[in-house]
């Protein structure tokens, strides 16, 4: 046998047959009978034979691959929903390739007009710069199944897996209510994306429906990374009166609510309460630990990757978008449980007084 890989021609030599019939029998085609193609089988199994995936996506012009865009990589969320698509692309015979925006429009841009000409159907969730759409409208001219996840281009018709961020932040504040907390803020991204406006819309069900006023002054829509969420807390912890709560859009943000608060000796669960809408299940190690909510990623990225591939196999005929809405529980910890009523306004107060100026990683405004 010659060097390197085993083709159909390597098996065909090898029993006196033609490449055609080892090719059908590989595929299973009922012209071949049973006994040959268990012969063939047997032979290519002996000669070590590996399909060849690239020759095969030529002529079906087809990848088998998906495409995934996430406005990040290392989040518990992301990872999360990644592990759900590729899960579900595995069983179904398809790989993934994964790019991330950095939460930049211009990098979306590029990085999905290089995923379009390598894959068979695009996963998506938009990044917080985003407003216009035209590169997600290129891919559906392009007959390229897309699916949103997460965060939607509400007007890019497609199919969607979202997480239903207004009854989950509805959730968190009337939580935060029962706890005896009155002056509850909530730190999300701007409104420009749906699943922020869907947090507002929750947060102030919530607060009316108890009885409570709505103050638009303690909806900050600063941003939903690390550096936003320090920036917002900031601004929050200014307002009179006092914040006594904070609802924070993911766990980024909480994160930095937390680690400020640490810094301004402000005690969770007892002077400021803190829930996130995020699920990262390490905040039950964080002392105290933080109420968030349960982990839906895996069940959100599976059922994404299940809806884009159901659309891809079904390309030429007809195919309805579908939306699905993903509930989940919240997880309740110390950070919400109020032990006593103690003010946080002079904590706070005290630790702006000690800020050092120079110091352009933590207290910049």
């Not at 199994?45 to 865009?69: C, D, F, H, M, W």
């Not at 409208?137 to 497609?158: C, E, M, Q």
Request: proline share 4%; net charge positive.
């Amino acid at each position: 046998m010659k060097k390197g890989m085993t083709t159909i021609y390597d098996i065909a030599k090898a029993l006196d047959i033609s490449a055609s019939t080892v090719s059908r029998a590989l595929r299973n085609h009922p012209d071949i009978s049973k006994a040959m193609a268990d012969k063939i089988k047997l032979t290519a199994k002996k000669l070590n034979y590996r399909p060849n995936t690239i020759a095969q996506s030529l002529k079906e012009r087809k990848t088998k691959v998906i495409g995934v865009l996430l406005p990040e990589i290392v989040s518990h969320r992301y990872m999360s929903i990644l592990n759900g698509v590729e899960d579900i692309a595995f069983r179904k015979g398809y790989q993934v390739m994964v790019a991330k925006s950095g939460e930049s429009y211009q990098r979306e841009v590029m990085n999905i007009e290089s995923l379009s000409g390598q894959v068979d159907g695009i996963l998506a969730c938009i990044s917080q710069e985003t407003r216009k759409y035209e590169h997600f409208k290129n891919v559906k001219t392009h007959n390229i199944p897309l699916v949103f996840f997460d965060r939607a281009a509400d007007r890019v018709p497609s199919s969607k897996v979202m997480l239903n961020e207004e009854s989950v932040v509805y959730a968190l504040t009337e939580h935060l209510i029962k706890s005896g907390y009155q002056n509850i803020a909530l730190l999300t991204g701007p409104d420009h994306l749906g699943f922020c406006r869907s947090q507002i819309k929750g947060y102030a069900s919530a607060i009316v429906h108890h009885g409570i006023e709505l103050n638009q002054s303690l909806i900050n829509n600063h941003g939903l990374d690390f550096q936003q969420g320090r920036l917002a807390f900031h601004q929050t912890m200014k307002l009179k009166p006092g914040v006594d709560a904070i609802i924070a859009a993911n766990d980024p943000v909480a994160m930095a609510v937390y680690l400020e608060a640490q810094k301004a000796n402000i005690q969770l669960g007892i002077q400021l309460g803190l829930v996130s809408a995020g699920s990262d299940p390490t905040f039950g190690f964080l002392t105290p630990p933080v109420t968030n909510t349960h982990p839906k990623g895996f069940e959100i990225g599976g059922r994404a990757a299940q809806l884009c591939i159901n659309e891809i196999e079904k390309q030429g005929g007809i195919f309805k978008f579908e939306k699905e809405m993903i509930s989940t529980d919240l997880v309740i910890r110390q950070s919400s449980t109020r032990v006593n009523h103690g003010m946080v306004v002079s904590s706070y107060s005290k630790y702006l007084n000690q800020i050092d100026s120079q110091d352009p990683l933590v207290y910049i405004y």
